[in-house]
């Protein structure tokens, strides 16, 4: 018997140890107390830099382009003015180290100056379950972090294939103004990021603006703008800056309505 029990003493010994390794392994798989990637900027902001100028030149027709312009520039500003303090919050914070703060949970700080103000923004992230994490954009007068407005919340998948956040109107008026859908495909590198305006008892409210890349396509760029009426149809090359225009409530036809690179007219669209 002390024979038998000799011999196994190994085995157990390589049992415990193979054991140990398996509760290791598996721990791995746990999101816990892993640093998350944060998503790109552009999961959160959507860029109008293709449509923040109105061309003006005597003697040239820009009807096309002008009219996608138009109702491009609500959205435009929005993205570009409202939301400006949380946009520069966050491409700082980008930049830095995260510290752990138990519990599933990472901070990331970083301080910046917009309009001659200095501020800290403070993003907190904390694991929801082996797929996603909730995340948390806080930003404060560096003079008095106790005051500090919550501008975006929502929930981000670990692999930054998607994420859905809230975005609230500004601390003087903390209601929720916008619904954030993004998608990522990192195998043809095609995205989508899509607001959907939601400040309670305004005309806009539930009209939405999709931005999708795509760049297999000739027109690489697209928005759709979606109101209660209608819907507004718009693409170009990012390159050249060519692009196309269709809302038939608008031009009475189904027809696309196109601009050259010089944002210029034209009689009749590209085949």
């Known amino acids: 018997m002390k024979k038998y029990l000799s011999a196994s003493k190994p085995i157990v010994i390589l049992l415990v140890i193979s054991l140990l390794a398996f509760g290791t392994s598996c721990k791995k798989k746990e999101k816990g ?12 902001f959507m860029d109008f830099s293709d449509f923040s100028e109105r ?16 109702n491009v520039a609500f959205w435009n500003t929005i ?20 510290r752990y703060l138990g519990d599933n949970s990472w ?3 970083a301080y910046f100056t917009f309009e001659q103000t200095n501020y800290v923004g403070t993003l907190t992230t904390v694991r929801l379950n082996n797929d996603t994490y909730s995340v948390e954009l806080v930003v404060a007068p560096e003079a008095t972090p106790e005051s500090g407005f ?17 975005i609230y109107q500004n601390p003087g008026s903390p209601v929720k103004a916008l619904e954030v859908d993004w998608e990522k495909d990192y195998d043809d590198n095609t995205s989508s990021l899509t607001y959907t305006y939601v400040v309670p008892g305004e005309d806009e409210t539930g009209s939405s603006i999709n931005y999708s890349i795509d760049p ?17 149809e718009i693409e170009w090359d990012r ?25 210029v007219d034209l ?4 085949v």
């Open 33 to 44: 107390d892993e640093r998350p990637d944060l998503p790109p900027q552009e999961s959160l």
């Open 55 to 70: 061309p003006d030149v005597k003697g040239t027709t820009y009807n096309n382009f002008v009219y996608s312009f138009l």
């Open 79 to 98: 993205g570009t003015v409202s939301l400006a303090p949380p946009a520069v919050a966050y491409v700082r914070i980008l930049q830095q180290n995260a």
């Open 107 to 109: 901070e990331w700080v």
């Open 150 to 166: 919550k501008w975006v919340d929502g929930v981000v998948r670990y692999d930054l294939t998607s994420a859905s956040y809230n």
């Open 216 to 232: 297999a396509l000739t027109y690489d760029a697209s928005y759709t703008i979606s109101l209660s009426g209608e819907t507004i």
């Open 239 to 263: 390159a050249s800056k060519a692009g196309r225009v269709r809302n038939e409530d608008y031009f009475l036809d189904s027809d696309w309505h196109c601009w050259d690179s010089n944002l």
């Open 267 to 270: 009689a009749e669209c590209p």
